[in-house]
T-cell receptor, first 113, second 115 residues
Framework: SQQGEEDPQALSIQEGENATMNCSYK?????LQWYRQNSGRGLVHLIL?????REKHSGRLRVTLDTSKKSSSLLITASRAADTASYFC?????????????FGKGTHLIIQP | DSGVTQTPKHLITATGQRVTLRCSPR?????VYWYQQSLDQGLQFLIQ???????AKGNILERFSAQQFPDLHSELNLSSLELGDSALYFC??????????????FGPGTRLTVT
């Protein structure tokens, strides 16, 4: 079953505008990650935010995490055509031991030139 | 380029057959993960190996198995294939166990089509 649920499922904006995607999850986590996938290709790690962090920046990306609401948001500023892709949030379980990531269903972002 | 390689890129086979997918992790990464991506189920974690040993299991079917070899490459074996097994299969690697605090590096995937 999917741990995270991204919202919206699809988003189309003009180049230069900001894009915001949201993710909600169900169980406690020790970190949350965002990945990008270009059509049919491998996933690329964008940013990781730990459960004790509230906000993190990387270039044009800004991620927030609200553990009380079990939600996260990814903001891409000054969007470019190359940002067209699907974006997934993924969570790792809290507690000891490693495990695979649980992914949401993704937001398909289209940047119109 | 993530440094993770997967072969083959594409595989077309018939129902009932068996296939093997291969993955080489990034240099130095000890942990290998397998994921399945399909339209129905989305991205699902199948199984993880760490330094040759099975570490965690996700939604992996009994018909599927995996192993990690001493040189750290991994293989995913899919048997008695069904139409519903058609999907993209990704391998990912990370440096350590560390409660998945480390990002994972994904390979380009193997697209499996079962006819």
């Amino acid at each position: 079953s999917q741990q995270g649920e991204e919202d919206p499922q699809a988003l189309s904006i003009q180049e230069g505008e900001n894009a915001t995607m949201n993710c909600s999850y169900k169980t406690s986590i020790n970190n949350l990650q965002w990945y990008r996938q270009n059509s049919g290709r491998g996933l690329v790690h964008l940013i990781l935010i730990r459960s004790n962090e509230r906000e993190k920046h990387s270039g044009r990306l800004r991620v927030t995490l609200d553990t009380s609401k079990k939600s996260s948001s990814l903001l891409i500023t000054a969007s470019r055509a190359a940002d067209t892709a699907s974006y997934f949030c993924a969570t790792g379980r809290s507690g000891g031991g490693a495990d695979g990531l649980t992914f949401g269903k993704g937001t398909h972002l289209i940047i119109q030139p | 380029d993530s440094g993770v390689t997967q072969t083959p890129k594409h595989l077309i086979t018939a129902t009932g057959q068996r296939v093997t997918l291969r993955c080489s992790p990034r240099s130095g990464d000890l942990s290998v993960y397998w994921y399945q991506q399909s339209l129905d189920q989305g991205l699902q974690f199948l199984i993880q190996y760490y330094n040759g040993e099975e570490r965690a299991k996700g939604n992996i079917l009994e018909r599927f198995s995996a192993q990690q070899f001493p040189d750290l490459h991994s293989e995913l074996n899919l048997s008695s294939l069904e139409l519903g097994d058609s999907a993209l299969y990704f391998c990912a690697s990370s440096p350590s166990l560390a409660r998945t605090s480390y990002e994972q590096y994904f390979g380009p995937g193997t697209r499996l089509t079962v006819t």
